[in-house]
């Protein structure tokens, strides 16, 4: 692994968000969801979709906090254009299991 300034580490933007609504993603290749994210005023609600089936359904999604990329551009995934990276680690399986604050902080925040 190479190594990376704490420069470069800043140029990533990973913020808190919070997921306010979630639908299948019939169309996608590997089965995933769309999802739409709150970071707050200053960033507001982008989309995404991500591949999080295995350990999460629909409904307890919404209302979760979760932690993204929101400085990476849009990228289009099938008909959905996707605006921020929601993070995930996997499980030992390779199963994604997002990742999120331990607590109740603002939305936006900026993970330093």
Known sequence: ???ISFDDFMAVDIRVGEITRAEPFPEARKPAYKL??????????????AQITVHYNLEELV???VMAVVN????????????????GVPDK???VVLIAPDGN???GVRLF
Not at 72 to 86: C, D, W, Y
């Open 72 to 87: 990476f551009p849009p990228r289009q995934i099938g008909p959905v254009m996707s605006e921020v990276l929601v993070l």
């Open 1 to 3: 692994m190479s190594e």
């Open 36 to 49: 739409w994210v709150n970071f707050g005023n200053e960033i507001g609600d982008k989309k995404s979709s």
């Open 63 to 65: 209302g979760k906090r």
């Open 105 to 107: 902080v603002p939305l």
């Open 93 to 95: 399986d390779g199963a």
